[in-house]
C-alpha cells in the first residue's frame, strides 16, 4: 500500500474508459473512485491501482507522478486543469506553461487571455465558403484577385491552411466541415454540402477541385459530391495521388503505387 496526502486526479469520464473499454471490474474502480472524492487527506491507493494505470493505460510514471502532485494553490490547480484539457497538453507541461505565465508581467498573462476571449467571441464562420474568418467575408472570398472559376473542397479549416500554404491554388475554397462517415453518424446532411450546391448553381464556377484525404470515408465523400455535381456540367477533379517525393517504393502500400502507375504523367525534362 502507498500512503499519499493529496487528490488523486482522475476524472470520472477516465474511470468510464476503464471499465467499458479496459474491461477492469468495479472493485479496482472504487479505490480509485474514493481517492479521486477524497481531496487533501490520506488515503491509500494499492500498487495495483497504479499498475493498470500504467501498463493497461500506457500512462508513463512521469504524468502519475504529476497526476498525484500537491497544489498550493486551487487557483493554480484549476488553471492546469484548463490547459491540460488542451490536446497534446498533459498535466506536467500544462503545470509547465502555468508556472510561465505567472513568471511575466501581470499585464503579459491579460493579454494573453484577452487574446484567447476575443476570438472566441469575434471568429465566425465565412458565409460563403464557411472558412474561419473576422468578419462575414473570410480574406479569401474577399480578394478580388482570386480566380473564382475554381473551387476547391476541403475537409477542415487545417486542410485548407496546408494547400494554402504551397502558394500553387489561386482560387476559392470550400469547406465541407468533415466527411461523411456512417460509422460515426455523420452524413450529407451534417455538411456544408447546400451550401456548396448554392454556389455552383450560380454558374460562375467551372471546375471543383476534390482536396479531400484518400480514405474509406474520403473517396465516399469524393464519389457522392461528384455524382450530385454532374447534372450541373461542372468538372470534377481531384489531386494526384501517388508516391511521395523522397520516399522508397518498396515501402508503398499497393493501392498508392498502383494508382501511382495507373495516373502516370510524361516526364517533362
Known sequence: MITFYSAFCILHSELRILHSE???PHSELRILHSAFRTPNSAFHIPNSAFRILHSELRIPNSELRI???T???KLIEKAVEAFAGLPGIGRKSALRLVLHLLKQEKQVTVQFAQALVAMREGIRD????HNLSDDELCRFCADQRRDKSIVCVV???RDLMAIEDTGQFHGLYHVLGGIISPMDGIGPAELNIDALMQRLEAGEIKEVIMAISPTIEG???IYYLSKKIQPLGVQV???ARGVSFGGDLEYADELTLGRSIAARIPYRS
Not at 126 to 129: D, E, G, I, K, L
Open 219 to 221: 473517396e465516399t465523400t
Open 22 to 24: 479496459l474491461r477492469i
Open 237 to 239: 477533379s481531384a489531386i
Open 126 to 129: 465565412c458565409r460563403v465558403c
Open 67 to 69: 497526476r498525484i502532485m
Open 155 to 157: 475537409e477542415n479549416v
Open 71 to 73: 497544489f498550493s494553490s
